[in-house]
């Protein structure tokens, strides 16, 4: 796998001492940009309120971060509605988005591209600590409540698929053994295991809230999710083909060394996106790292270096505007044109072939829901033969 060593280290000796307003030449920046990221107790809020303020006063741009914690809304504001330039969304949720999974299969589909690498997210099962569960093994014997994220199809599938199959059960098994608690929210979803309505919640380790849950009377502990459990992960996987499994590095102190899984964050825009704003803001995410890195933890995840890393796994496109400033600096090749092509390509596959069923579908009179057989069949016509989107190890 290549690392792109020599360049990236020449970026570095540089140390890109042009400055944010040399670096940045003569470019307009727009008088406003808004981000849309999720909710106000994530670390996606948060890190976002921490480089924000810093390109405010360098660019002179008005910088607006506002909290969505609806993954369907923050996609429809940012791709219907474009009243928000830069979403912060998980790579899981994007193929979600993408591929039509639970109720995205009901809206349009719109292509989208990556920005920049906002952070690598450690997730995990977490229970209250006073739980008689040690392994999600013991989710088999049943009768387990289990926080279910409605306002996320991917949490969803996390949990009625990837969760199932991690702990031996099919879907259909855990319909019958689970019991599934609702939740409207981040927050809500992940405070039922301490709130005493849920037994185990997928929550990310870095959240502020998690915080306050470990501190809460009995505190949490987290399930591992062996990586030696060969098995337990080919099914996850097959469920959430997104995330990279190993040890928890980064969050609350209850989760540290545990394993788990890691989903990226990543800005993501529109694809019709002016490619000047795009080559810009890239330049400017990796040229004032220094300035911002230190804001939030977060933050530090930002690095040029970071994002190069994760391109060497990503199947998601790249917005031509960033393209554009990784060859520049020379930490983009032939090699990256190739797959970013392919998944261009991919994208506009799975965007065609969706709103290709929902003009059959309406064209029938069918009711495009993801609850209607019909609608269901018809979509499946369209995407059967369609490669999915899964982290290129």
């Given at each position: 796998m290549k690392t792109f060593a020599i360049a990236a280290a020449a970026l570095i000796a540089a140390g890109l001492q042009a400055g944010p307003a040399q670096a940045q030449d003569n470019y307009a920046?727009?008088?406003?940009?808004?981000?849309?990221?999720?909710?106000?107790?994530?670390?996606?809020?948060?890190?976002?309120?921490?480089?924000?303020p810093v390109m405010e006063k360098q660019t002179g741009m008005s910088v607006r971060i506002v909290p969505e914690g609806n993954e369907m809304a923050r996609l429809q504001r940012l791709t219907v509605k474009k009243n928000i330039?830069?979403?912060?969304?998980?790579?899981?949720?994007?193929?979600?988005?993408?591929?039509?999974?639970?109720?995205?299969?009901?809206?349009?589909?719109?292509?989208?591209?990556?920005?920049?690498?906002?952070?690598?997210?450690?997730?995990?099962?977490?229970?209250?600590?006073?739980?008689?569960?040690?392994?999600?093994?013991?989710?088999?014997?049943?009768?387990y409540r289990i926080s279910t994220g409605v306002f996320s199809p991917t949490l969803v599938t996390s949990v009625?698929?990837?969760?199932?199959?991690?702990?031996?059960?099919?879907?259909?098994?855990?319909?019958?053994?689970?019991?599934?608690v609702?939740?409207?929210?981040?927050?809500?979803?992940?405070?039922?295991?301490?709130?005493?309505?849920?037994?185990?919640?997928?929550?990310?380790?870095?959240s502020s809230l998690l915080s306050e849950m470990e501190a809460a009377p009995g505190g949490i502990k987290w399930l591992p999710m062996e990586t030696s459990d060969k098995d337990g992960w080919k099914g996850y996987g097959n469920a959430r083909p997104m995330v990279v499994p190993g040890p928890i590095s980064m969050?609350?102190?209850?989760?540290?060394g545990v394993e788990g899984s890691t989903s990226n964050f990543l800005y993501m825009v529109r694809s019709d996106t002016d490619e000047d704003f795009a080559y810009h803001m890239a330049k400017w995410f990796?040229?004032?790292?220094?300035?911002?890195?230190?804001?939030?933890?977060?933050?530090?995840?930002?690095?040029?270096?970071?994002?190069?890393?994760?391109?060497?796994?990503?199947?998601?496109?790249?917005h031509p505007g960033t393209?554009?400033?990784?060859?520049?600096?020379?930490?983009?090749?032939?090699?990256?044109?190739?797959?970013?092509?392919?998944?261009v390509a991919r994208m506009d596959a799975w965007v065609a072939a969706r709103n290709a069923a929902l003009k059959e579908a309406m064209s029938q009179g069918i009711r495009p829901s993801p609850d209607d057989e019909a609608f269901l069949a018809i979509l499946k016509k369209h995407t059967a033969d369609l490669e999915g989107f899964r982290v290129r190890l």
């Open positions: 920046w727009p008088r406003m940009l808004v981000v849309g990221t999720p909710g106000t107790t994530t670390g996606s809020f948060a890190s976002t309120n921490g480089w924000g330039q830069i979403s912060s969304t998980s790579s899981a949720e994007i193929r979600s988005q993408v591929e039509g999974i639970g109720a995205y299969a009901a809206v349009p589909a719109q292509p989208v591209y990556i920005l920049w690498h906002h952070n690598d997210t450690p997730w995990g099962y977490v229970t209250s600590g006073n739980s008689d569960l040690t392994s999600l093994k013991d989710l088999a014997k049943g009768g009625k698929k990837g969760l199932p199959a991690f702990a031996g059960l099919t879907p259909e098994e855990a319909q019958d053994k689970f019991i599934f609702p939740a409207s929210s981040y927050a809500e979803s992940c405070r039922a295991v301490v709130e005493g309505r849920a037994d185990i919640a997928l929550c990310a380790t870095i969050g609350v102190k209850s989760a540290i990796a040229e004032s790292f220094d300035d911002y890195k230190s804001t939030h933890p977060l933050a530090a995840r930002m690095s040029v270096e970071r994002f190069r890393h994760y391109l060497n796994s990503s199947p998601l496109p790249v393209v554009r400033y990784l060859k520049e600096i020379g930490l983009w090749d032939e090699e990256d044109d190739a797959w970013n092509n392919a998944a």
